[in-house]
């Protein structure tokens, strides 16, 4: 503690809310509260825009019961923000940051949230203002680069499991089709978590697409029919961001084809999530085709969308999640008061049978703006399934699922 600065701590979060985020962001508190040097923790309504707009919560007056509770709360308790960091919005939150004589800067989010700390820590160095600047990870996307896994993937992804083992059991009550779409514009590792809450192999999904493999429609209805004439029923688990050959998203590819226009958000990305056009499209082509290859007139085919549900389901976040998140916050706050340094806090997985990680810090310039894919070799050769690697690397991060039994 020899080298802390005094001044203020600024604390955001940003991008798509968790189950768990404000785990990481008692993390920080607790961790900053003790220590006199910092006379205010701020916490940013509604991110960089609470910021740049001087509108901030005084953290440092909730008590530790108050605390508790907001970790337990899933979604952003300060608010999120969706603004992308340009330069210059980026000079309008030094501006704030300085004036409002903060030293410390926490921003809670993905690789968005990274590039800012980048950006801002740059401007910082470059006038000459000591400010530690720290990026803690969040994402249901499981995304980042460097670290083993991101806080809010585990929760996340024990959902997607535990609703898919619901939807098995339903699905072979009353036999059809089912394709669900799990969220994931470039990434499928929440479609793959899927299949974590299987049975055994006579239970689905017992297909699964995401956006790593590309995506063919005949390839798809042939895929449905084989399964269908299998089981008697197929259960499919699709990412919202699947694309074609071409890197077109295939919401946006069969838009065009069926002449509808599809939504999109301010940044002109189409908009995948909390949209049921995909799940609807690919039923509706299932339909038209699978049963001329099955040899009958008509099949049961119904779709779903999961949307938003997935992120913030309250009181069903993995124990697992909840530790590793409060953690990264801890981490964070403790490596910003240990000496003149900046960084994303990063977990790294031990190679032991028995699952642990260790936080350590990063480069902020290694985990801003890339995307990490789901790994080729998680992924079957036919594209269309997951491999039991991917179900060895998630299981620790998910805990205890339901346990189902079938008479058939």
């Not at 594209?383 to 805990?399: E, F, H, R």
Request: charged fraction near 25%.
């Amino acid at each position: 503690m020899t080298d802390l600065i005094k001044g203020n701590a600024v604390i955001g979060q940003s991008g798509g809310p968790t189950a768990v985020i404000n785990q990481s962001l008692v993390g920080i508190v607790e961790t900053l509260k003790s220590c006199r040097k910092i006379p205010k923790i701020l916490g940013a309504n509604h991110g960089v825009d609470g910021i740049v707009n001087n509108k901030f919560f005084d953290l440092k007056k909730l008590k530790k019961a108050e605390l508790e509770r907001l970790a337990l709360s899933p979604a952003a308790a300060l608010g999120s923000s969706r603004t992308k960091p340009t330069p210059e919005f980026c000079k309008k939150i030094f501006a704030s940051l300085e004036a409002n004589d903060v030293r410390y800067f926490f921003y809670i989010g993905g690789n968005d949230s990274a590039d800012t700390c980048r950006i801002v820590n740059e401007m910082a160095n470059e006038s000459g203002y000591e400010l530690r600047c720290f990026h803690v990870p969040k994402t249901i996307d499981n995304d980042l680069r460097v670290t083993d896994h991101t806080p809010g993937y585990g929760s996340a992804a024990k959902f997607v499991a535990s609703a898919f083992a619901g939807e098995d059991r339903d699905n072979a009550s009353l036999p059809g089709v089912k394709i669900s779409v799990v969220m994931g514009r470039d990434a499928g590792w929440l479609t793959a978590a899927s299949v974590l809450g299987k049975i055994d192999n006579t239970c689905g999904p017992h297909l699964v697409y995401v956006p790593e493999v590309a995506f063919d429609e005949k390839k798809f209805v042939e895929d449905v029919a084989k399964t269908y004439k299998k089981y008697g029923r197929c259960l499919v688990a699709v990412s919202e961001g699947i694309k074609n050959k071409k890197g077109t998203p295939m919401a946006v590819a069969l838009c065009e084809k069926m002449g509808k226009e599809i939504e999109r958000d301010s940044h002109g990305n189409a908009q995948l999530s909390g949209s049921g056009m995909l799940g609807d499209m690919l039923s509706e082509l299932v339909k038209a085709k699978a049963p001329r290859k099955l040899g009958v007139k008509s099949l049961r085919v119904r779709a779903d969308t999961y949307g938003y549900l997935q992120r913030s389901f309250a009181g069903y976040a993995s124990e697992v999640d909840q530790y590793e998140a409060r953690m990264c916050g801890k981490t964070a706050a403790e490596l910003a008061m240990s000496g003149n340094l900046d960084g994303s806090v990063v977990m790294k997985r031990a190679k032991t049978k028995k699952y642990k990680v260790t936080f350590e810090r990063a480069e902020l310039a290694q985990v801003a703006r890339v995307t990490k894919e789901l790994p080729r070799s998680f992924v079957n050769k036919a594209g269309n399934g997951i491999t039991k690697s991917y179900v060895n690397y998630a299981l620790p991060l998910v805990g205890k699922l339901p346990t189902l039994g079938k008479l058939f």
